[in-house]
């Protein structure tokens, strides 16, 4: 996935703003793209697919770097939707929460681990080449069972409720609307085409307004400030369209 930076868009705000620094446009311009991602919900991303791990309830989004979850849109576990449920609402329909592992403590979890053989007398190419095997002692899954529900934790973590068991892999899919990070330098090209003209109007909306500066013009950002009315209308409105149009029937009215 190409990324376009923010600067790329430095010399279209410019004879607007003249005198205006870069770094000042570029920011405004981060800004911009963060809102218009925001309320348009147009930059989806379907996070590829994954096994959820038995007794492990919280995971973290594996997002494009420099981008936050904005709105999940759904989270399916063996192609059944989860219930996408509040932090309150998660926290009234699962007052016991969910434990990492039932609650059992760190040190139980490995003691049923053979123990390493570093530094013994006798070299062995399959124990050092495969590893130890993680095996769960008896409880750590007592409170585990199939998934049912997810929660957002963070701005990067999620909760799925209960923790999952080991009854059968659990594959979990996810689908979601991004938006920049405060940090970002650009965001996916293909995304900022498609909302060029709403950041723009949007970046000179504020920065027009900004005091003490020479090209401070009121009347100029409330031109602006309409024109990205008008693009967030017709961004959102082809974000909930999509591309996709239904076939248009014509039928005679009956007649008894």
């Known amino acids: 996935m190409a ?83 509040t932090l309150e609402q998660a926290l009234y329909q699962f007052p016991d929460w969910a434990d990492p592992y039932s609650g059992q403590d760190l040190a ?50 999620y909760i799925v409720l209960p923790a999952p068991d080991d009854d059968k892999v659990y594959n979990m899919r996810m689908v979601y609307a991004l ?6 330098d650009g965001m996916a090209e293909h995304i900022f085409n498609e909302l060029e003209e709403a950041i723009l109007h949007s970046a000179l909306q504020y920065l027009l307004v900004l005091p003490k500066v020479t090209w401070s013009d009121r009347e100029l950002a409330a031109y602006h400030a309409k024109q990205f009315i008008r693009e967030m209308t017709e961004r959102r409105a082809r974000a909930n369209l999509g591309n996709m149009r239904g076939t248009m029937r014509a039928t005679a009215p009956r007649f008894a």
């Not at 681990?113 to 190419?125: G, R, Y």
């Open 179 to 184: 938006k920049p990070t405060r940090a970002a």
């Open 108 to 157: 139980t979890l490995w003691e049923e681990i053979p123990e390493n053989s570093l530094n013994t007398a006798e070299f062995n190419t399959e124990e050092f080449n495969s590893g130890s095997a993680f095996v769960l002692p008896d409880g750590a899954l007592a409170e585990a069972s199939s998934p049912r529900a997810v929660t957002q934790l963070t701005s990067d973590k």
């Open 3 to 85: 990324d376009r930076t923010f600067a790329s868009l430095v010399p279209r705000l410019n004879p607007s703003v003249p005198g205006c620094p870069q770094q000042t446009m570029i920011q405004y311009i981060r800004d911009a793209a963060i809102r218009v991602c925001e309320r348009t919900l147009i930059w989806r991303y379907v996070q590829p697919t994954f096994a959820l791990l038995p007794g492990v309830h919280e995971y973290a989004y594996d997002k494009p770097a420099n981008t936050e979850v904005h709105v999940l849109f759904d989270a399916l576990v063996n192609d059944r939707p989860l219930d996408r449920l």
